[in-house]
């Protein structure tokens, strides 16, 4: 559903993302590690389309990401590590527009927007001006943007962040219930213990260089000196 082939990012003189070779399949959670810098908000930033390869494919679906990125968007929700909204309108407003870009007919919008707000819990301020909401508000009503058309795409960069426990537990059964529909999601996190929890499988980089990608069993054999916590096997890789 997801590939990166040979996908090389470059700024000036530096290589953010180096030759990137990686591929997702429908039905799958794949969560990618790697410290400040490492080339992960990058590589997500590829695959929906607000930066484009310095060399390489990325595609979503059967779709060429840089050639039919109209196509290639409709399969796919991002939520972005700061959620953007626009602060003169209301999150109902703010979702019903994202409704509209994605062609959705006004039917459609009413039974979007009643899943979305049940599910994300935004009934308690859905009319207020998006002005007024705070980080968690914010992430929540973000999400429901992403998840507006049910794309079969989720891509996720640093999805806990401000997040209440409550929230945090939603997002992460969010995630699980949406890989088990046959759909794939890609997250970028720092937080190793929900990589840990909901991924099938990991993906770890460094200075922009793909370093293991696979299954956690694997990961332990790939360094079977360091301890069975994914927090020590991923220290051990960085160090290298």
Known sequence: MIQFQHVTRTYGDRVAVNQLELSISSGQVLALLGHNGAGKSTTLKMLVGLLHPSEGTVRAGPYNVEEN?????RLIGYVPDQPFLYDKLSGREFLEFVAEMYGLRSTETREALDREV???ELGEFLDQLTESYSHGMRQRTVFAAALIHQPEILVVDEPM???DPHSIRLVKDLMREYAALGRTVLMSTHMLNVAEEISD???LMKSG????????????QHVPDAEASLESIYLALMEQ
């Open 161 to 163: 962040v401000g997040l």
């Open 201 to 203: 499988r990991v993906a």
């Open 118 to 120: 049940t599910r994300f």
């Open 209 to 220: 260089n793909l370093l293991f990608e696979g299954k956690m069993p694997q990961l332990r």
């Open 69 to 73: 990125p109209r196509e290639a968007s």
